[in-house]
């Protein structure tokens, strides 16, 4: 998960904080965690999004195509 | 331990040490399990150097790459979040979300791939796999990558932790990939273990044991341990049962060197089991 954030063009993320913000999001039930066996080792923890975390994704994808819909707005003087 | 590694677990506890420090005003629940998380991040970052990468300058370089200690506390504290960093960090959430969602079908996608719409070759694959592992096993501490795709044929791919390896550029420890969840271990060009991880090529190790079996029934067929750990960190010890690993309940641990065997455990059925070389674990 860390390598995949960190291919992410202009993110900016250290490794550590991809798990308290992974423990927050158990705190608040949007996800769920379980162990299994990899290949190449000791069995690795994996996460899933629980059907709380679903909505909450949906309605925060809903969030920002607003923001960024607004924003084109304005760029383009369109927002009268 | 040599002197690489004690200059390591030095800047590692020191880290930790502040991590912890950090969080003790936290009050969330899951602070205990985000250091022992790091902890395993960092013993993992350092099993990946090579022998020669294991300098100062490189074991620093790991640790700022885990950033400030403070970050941990404001990331997991919800009013720390809202007071300091909004912006940044519901943005961070949103990413963590987006993540969890492009990993889960990536794994979806995995597992269709290579359990589902491959039957012809998984069942080409499974064709005398009972003889083929034998012939492998007869030969386990002289075999070569070339012996196992004698006998196998050409694996699906070479990984080793998420970088996959063409044949010609393989790195000194990697696992040789075939359907059905059918790995080879090999580092320093010796075959290290082979790796049953699914129950995709219906193979039946001794006394009827294979992905699926339940512990008790690992116990009766491989004997009892010499002792039975219950509900913490799986040191790997040869022997020992190690149970609810870390409070995890059903994922289990135990190994049988004299055997030849480790299994791993999940819902205390073996999810794992992996045959071994015959020197497996001396000189750790």
């Keep these: ?80 | 331990m040599t002197s690489e590694s004690k200059t390591w677990e030095s800047l590692k506890t020191e880290y930790l040490r502040q991590v912890e420090k950090a969080l003790s005003s936290v009050e969330n629940p899951r602070k205990k399990e985000v250091l022992e998380d790091v902890c395993s991040h960092l013993d993992r970052r350092f099993d990946e150097l090579e022998p020669d990468q294991q300098t100062w300058e490189n074991f620093q370089a790991i640790i700022t790459e885990m950033g400030p200690a403070s970050d941990y506390a404001e990331l997991l504290e919800p009013d720390a979040v809202q007071r300091v960093r909004p912006v940044p960090l519901n943005y961070l959430l949103w990413i963590g979300l987006a993540v969890v969602v492009i990993i889960g079908t990536a794994i979806l996608l995995t597992w269709a791939i290579s359990d589902k719409p491959q039957p012809v070759i998984l069942e080409e694959f499974r064709r005398d796999f009972p003889e083929k592992v034998a012939k492998i096993k007869s030969n386990i501490d002289i075999a070569s990558l070339e012996d196992v795709i004698r006998i196998f044929g050409e694996p699906v791919e070479y990984i080793w932790g998420n970088q996959t390896f063409q044949k010609k550029n393989l790195p000194r420890r990697y696992v040789v990939v075939y359907p059905g969840r059918f790995c080879v271990f090999i580092s320093e060009d010796k075959i290290v273990e082979i790796r049953h991880e699914g129950p995709g090529t219906g193979y039946v190790w001794k006394g009827g044991l294979h992905v699926g079996s339940p512990l008790e029934e690992v116990l009766e067929v491989t004997g009892q341990p010499t002792e039975a750990v219950e509900g913490q960190k799986n040191l790997f010890e040869d022997g020992v049962l190690y149970k609810d690993i870390e409070g995890t309940k059903g994922y289990c641990y135990y190994a049988r060197v004299d055997q030849n065997v480790r299994f791993f455990f999940w819902n205390y059925k073996v999810s794992a089991l992996y045959e071994t070389r015959s020197d497996y674990g001396e000189g750790r």
């Excluded at chain 1, 390598?3 to 550590?16: C, H, P, S």
């Excluded at chain 1, 999001?25 to 290949?39: C, M, N």
């Excluded at chain 1, 969030?63 to 003087?77: M, V």
């Design chain 1, 1 to 80: 998960m860390v390598q995949t954030l960190k291919k992410i063009q202009g993110l900016k993320i250290r490794e550590g904080n991809i798990y308290p913000i992974l423990a927050r999001l158990q705190t608040d039930g949007l996800v769920t965690s379980y162990s299994e066996a990899s290949r190449d080792g000791p069995p690795r923890k994996s996460f899933k999004l629980t059907e709380l975390g679903e909505k909450k994704l949906t309605d925060m994808n809903a969030h920002w195509d607003q923001i960024i819909e607004s924003i084109q707005h304005i760029r383009k003087g369109t927002y009268e």
